[in-house]
């Protein structure tokens, strides 16, 4: 009896954890996916339409424009992210003074909530407020610095944002994984004479190639699912020139009541994660495995 008691309490334990994910993650994906065949608007509608939502979707130009911009912001966001992670990394792994302090400082922003970023940065970019007008302040009357409202320029100041407050969690993923780096391999290339930047480019930095994997399928799960950071921060405007698809699944699905476009955008974006995490949970289980 005790036996069969403690085999049953993990379950019992599990039971509604379990229960709460299947419902409201897997129960409400696939309620999503059925709205996107049906022509639902304002209430769910179960007249079936086919891929109907999804031709309209990829024939709406603003959905177009904010998958321009999501390409646009994960290029430029993972490149620069990783850039500055591994150089912050490299920078720390000196073994310098007040590395903990350093460490805390470049971590913070990721202790920040995305609409907290993006408020700040709106105040920092606004020409009235933030950079352009200090400048002038100084004395510099001509200098202009209108991101933020310029329908071409808009995207980069949420590359901007989303670089300061993710680039200090990269540098963290690498700088572990430097610490993690066989000692005697350093030591060689040292006493061979090998310069230093080259003990890091030639042979720590592709040790360190799942890791690079690791950090670019995090920052892509981020972009892709980027919302709150958008609209605090531009609102997708001017326009809709810095619309991303997760805002244009918002504005559609609640604010213009076209349920069934929202859903088909919102399965897009989730087929989109999947293109990224299942490679990278292949790839793993098998390296695992083998």
Known sequence: MKSALQQLLPKLVLAPTTLILVVCVYGFIGWTALLSFTKSRMMPQWDFIGLDQYIKLFDNPRWMVALENLGAFCFFFILICLLLGVVLAIFLDQKIRSEGALRTIYLYPMAVSFIVTGTAWKWILNPGLGIEKLIREIGFQSFEFRWLIDSEMAIYTIVIAAVWQSSGFVMAIFLAGLRGVDESLINAAEIDGAPHYKIYTRVVLPILRPVFFSAIVILLHIAIKSFDLVQSL?????????????????????????????????????????????????????????
């Open 234 to 290: 531009t609102g997708g405007g001017p326009g809709y020139s810095s619309d991303m698809p997760a805002n244009f699944m918002y504005t559609h699905a609640f604010n213009r009541a076209q349920m069934g476009l929202g859903a088909a955008s919102a399965m897009v974006m989730l087929f989109g994660i999947l293109a990224v995490i299942v490679p990278y949970l292949y790839s793993e289980l098998r390296e695992k495995n083998g």
